[in-house]
């Protein structure tokens, strides 16, 4: 066999060792003009032209040769046998020929791992591990097409110093697993190998016949290597999106007026979770802020980030500060964090008796409301960069949401493609918005659904629907609004007193509850009097869960809880409300001036 020939067809890395076990093979005699012309150039025999062990390449000679000197032929390598070269590789290696692939040679790599084999005989009998491992119909393509072929990692379960037949066992994963005879585990070898199956000449000097060299690489440390990376991999997602889950609420907060549902599903098993997050919050006086949010990047780093910012919102959204600043006291706390980390973010909140959203929005993608008719409208600017970048001063939008109306926050994982324009995406979600029907849960699925998100998305993906139900018959009834304009001087407080008392006899209160209304009524309107400014407004409202009480006013200057010296005139009236009611609050708003309010539960069976 012509060890030039079957070398050349080898995969570029396995020719170079099989020609690194070549040199390494003392060549045969050389004629007698090399011999002189070797010793005329005072090159030791055997290692013409530098080829053979501790030979310098001429390259790197101290002096080079003279201009005359004649040129040193390089020795030929068809002396090499097989036993030569393949005998001292130590991947393992197998000649076979014909159409039963008859055993030819397999070296002594091979015949220490699988055993000797006999010269002659057929593969499928002779060689059982090869067919175990699919690699004798590889081998029939390799002889008809003339073409190598590899498989990769294959997985090989050997028995110490064992001779008897090979078994199929199970095969883990995607490898393939071959056990030549029953052992304790501490006999078993394990190994992963690369098979190439080169076409080859057999036989040249009785007449030619075609046949494969099986040519096995281990891969064991690689295979076990990149094993280990994704465990590590696995590891560090299953603990990021534990996390994740963790930080994103466990149930979301109900309004007495919307209906919400969120849906988080994190990205496919081969990618890293994200940092997205959404949250529902319960303001006070029947107002709800509702915020979603994307930190960019990758793994816990990400998602520790989101728990951080997250925290930081429920925090600013207890001072009921417009969600611009809230915004801005965001974007200020996420360069401190991580100067080198972003977010886009929305916050809105929704008042259900101006009946609108008001909502401010640091580089996320935009809200889409659809109005009772159907209609889906995308809320407009204004629209900042992302929370971390510092230098901006965010500003609010507001967009209606009243009586039978519906939003949607989202993230880009649910409308971005690889493939397609983002605004193809948001487009294709306006369309499944305005025809998806149901619960917000229902909606939720349905819109992730629709726009082709599955198990297998490769990127993290967050939904937050809300309904501000219209709501007739029954419950309707639940649901109902006063108010007062508070014109002249002192003597609006009896003029409110009345209004509540009034109100509160006809929405069939107890009478407790009604006497409790008519005092906080009259704490708060008297402390307006007091220390605010024209124009002044009461205001009532029922739920089906609780009554609140809020009077405006055109003073900014929010009051706070004091305790009252005993020679004190005043400064009791908000302590009073806090002992009272079952909660108390104010807030500055938005055309200038306050609003302060309480809250009464309702008892239990009053709706």
């Not at 970048?389 to 965010?394: D, R």
Request: charged share 20%.
């Amino acid at each position: 066999m012509n060890f030039t020939r079957w070398s050349a067809r080898l995969p570029g890395t396995q020719r170079r060792a099989a020609a690194r076990a070549g040199r390494s093979t003392p060549p045969p005699p050389q004629p007698a003009t090399a011999a002189a012309a070797g010793a005329a150039s005072g090159t030791p025999p055997g290692t013409a032209s530098g080829i053979g062990p501790g030979a310098v390449p001429a390259a790197r000679a101290e002096s080079p040769p003279p201009a005359d000197a004649e040129p040193v032929p390089v020795p030929s390598l068809d002396g090499l046998s097989v036993h030569d070269v393949l005998g001292k590789v130590p991947a393992l290696a197998a000649v076979v020929y014909g159409p039963d692939h008859r055993i030819a040679y397999v070296n002594d790599a091979y015949a220490a791992l699988f055993g000797p084999r006999p010269p002659g005989a057929p593969a499928r009998t002779a060689l059982p591990e090869l067919e175990a491992l699919g690699l004798v119909p590889l081998m029939d393509q390799v002889l008809r097409s003339g073409k190598p072929r590899t498989v990769k990692s294959r997985r090989v379960t050997v028995p110490a110093a064992t001779e008897r037949p090979a078994t199929t066992a199970p095969a883990p994963a995607t490898a393939t697993a071959v056990t030549l005879a029953p052992a304790d585990a501490d006999q078993v070898r394990h190994g992963y190998y690369t098979f190439t199956c080169s076409p080859i000449d057999v036989g040249e000097a009785t007449g030619a016949q075609r046949g494969v060299l099986v040519f096995a690489a281990d891969v064991t440390d690689q295979v076990e290597a990149a094993e280990r990376l994704r465990a590590s991999e696995r590891r560090q997602r299953e603990a990021a999106v534990t996390l994740q889950r963790s930080l994103l609420p466990q149930e979301l907060e109900q309004p007495d007026d919307l209906r919400v549902a969120a849906t988080y599903q994190p990205g496919g098993k081969d990618t890293a979770v994200g940092g997205d997050w959404y949250d529902v919050i319960t303001l006070g006086a029947g107002r709800t802020a509702l915020v979603i949010g994307d930190v960019m990047g990758r793994g816990v780093r990400a998602a520790a980030v989101m728990g951080q910012l997250r925290t930081a919102v429920r925090a600013y959204a207890r001072l009921d500060l417009p969600p611009h600043e809230v915004l801005q006291l965001l974007d200020g706390l996420a360069a401190e964090i991580d100067a080198t980390q972003i977010a886009t973010c929305v916050y809105a909140v929704h008042d259900p008796n101006e009946g609108r959203l008001v909502y401010a929005s640091a580089g996320h993608l935009p809200i889409l409301v659809r109005d009772p008719d159907g209609t889906v409208r995308r809320a407009a600017e204004p629209t900042g960069p992302p929370l971390g970048t510092g230098g901006w001063l965010h500003t609010s939008g507001t967009m209606p949401l009243g009586p039978g109306s519906s939003a949607v926050l989202y993230t880009d994982g649910l409308v971005e493609r690889r493939d397609e324009d983002i605004d193809e995406g948001v487009a294709a979600l306006e369309r499944a918005f305005a025809g998806a029907t149901g619960s917000p849960q229902v909606m939720c699925d349905r819109l992730i659904r629709a726009l082709g998100v599955t198990q297998e998305h490769d990127d993290d993906v967050a939904v937050l629907v809300l309904q501000h139900p219209a709501r007739t018959g029954h419950d309707a009834e639940l649901f109902h609004n006063a108010a007062l304009e508070l014109l002249g001087g002192v003597e609006a407080a009896p003029r409110a007193r009345a209004f509540a008392s009034g109100v509160l006899a006809s929405w069939r209160f107890p009478t407790d509850l009604r006497d409790l209304g008519v005092l906080a009524t009259s704490e708060l309107v008297a402390n307006s009097l007091q220390h605010g400014t024209p124009p002044m407004r009461l205001r009532l409202r029922r739920t089906d869960r609780r009554l609140i009480i809020e009077v405006t006013d055109g003073d900014d200057h929010l009051p706070r809880r004091r305790r009252a010296e005993p020679a004190d005139e005043a400064g009791r009236g908000i302590s009073i409300i806090a002992t009272i009611a079952s909660s108390w609050g104010s807030r500055r708003t938005p055309g200038g001036g306050k609003a302060v309010w309480c809250e009464f539960a309702l008892p239990a069976g009053h709706a």
